[in-house]
């Protein structure tokens, strides 16, 4: 069955996918941004599940993270708020966030609670690749939930090819072995490993994160991969925002449209 990243990569090149945190500037701002992203325009959303100890992210997001917690927010708090989400969202959803809570909730609850409220897929940095295939594929797939792994530039190849085979939605390229934040510009050897990765002609498609935070950095990105994710530069405006609404349908418009 083809789930909705699938039919996201299959349809659209130049794919937007916005990151924020869940329970972020407020407790119950989740549904009401998510709505917001779509009618601007983004086609996949990761919402981030906040974690006191976020190893793979910058100021911004570790700063929101601190600020959603204080909120309230947990597993099980943005399972309650996403339980109708499917009425008034349409574009694939995916989680983030770290194996630490996702073990406390009970990996298999969790996927099931994906699966039941209408999250497509997942991304669990810090759960081990190896751990995933030998204890946890299984559930992942009969749930129809993907699990969504991340590259680096220092990811050797025959480990890409592995996630390649057992990945059925996209791979998420870092895109350089830092933690994320809004930079300017993409650097030669960013670029080089972009060039690098697509000349292994992987079957599933990439999403290039970690510094994009404007029109011309999106559109550098779109050139060596299907997509781009913005997480930082979006966490940043939303936590300065007066209007939520209007300055999302701003910040997306600038990014698509220029």
Do not use: W
């Amino acid at each position: 069955m083809t789930n909705r990243i699938q039919q996201l990569f299959q349809q659209k090149k130049d794919i937007l996918s916005v990151y924020f945190t869940a329970g972020y500037p407020t407790l119950n701002d989740t549904v009401r941004i998510l709505q917001a992203l779509e009618k601007s325009g983004v086609d996949l959303v990761e919402i981030g599940m906040p974690f006191s100890d976020p190893l793979a992210d910058g100021p911004t997001i570790q700063a929101s993270s601190l600020v959603a917690l204080n909120n309230g927010m947990t597993i099980k708090v943005l399972f309650e708020q996403l339980v109708h989400i499917r009425k008034s969202v349409t574009i694939p959803l995916v989680l983030m966030g770290y194996v630490n809570p996702v073990h406390k909730y009970g990996i298999e609850a969790f996927i099931a609670k994906c699966a039941e409220v209408g999250v497509d897929g997942v991304i669990i940095p810090d759960l081990p690749f190896n751990e995933y295939l030998d204890d946890y594929k299984p559930t992942f797939d009969g749930a129809g939930v993907a699990n969504i792994n991340l590259i680096t530039p220092q990811t050797p190849e025959s480990r890409i090819r592995l996630i390649d085979e057992n990945t059925n939605s996209f791979i998420y390229m870092v895109s350089s072995a830092a933690v994320t934040g809004a930079k300017k510009g993409l650097a030669p050897e960013q670029i080089a490993y972009f060039e690098r990765i697509n000349a292994m002609k992987l079957k599933n498609p990439t999403l290039i994160g970690f510094g994009i935070s404007d029109r011309e950095s999106f559109l550098q990105t779109c050139k060596h991969a299907s997509g781009a994710i913005v997480g930082s530069a979006f966490v940043k405006m939303i936590g300065e925002s007066p209007n939520l609404e209007s300055d999302i349908e701003t910040f997306v418009n600038n990014i698509k449209r220029g």
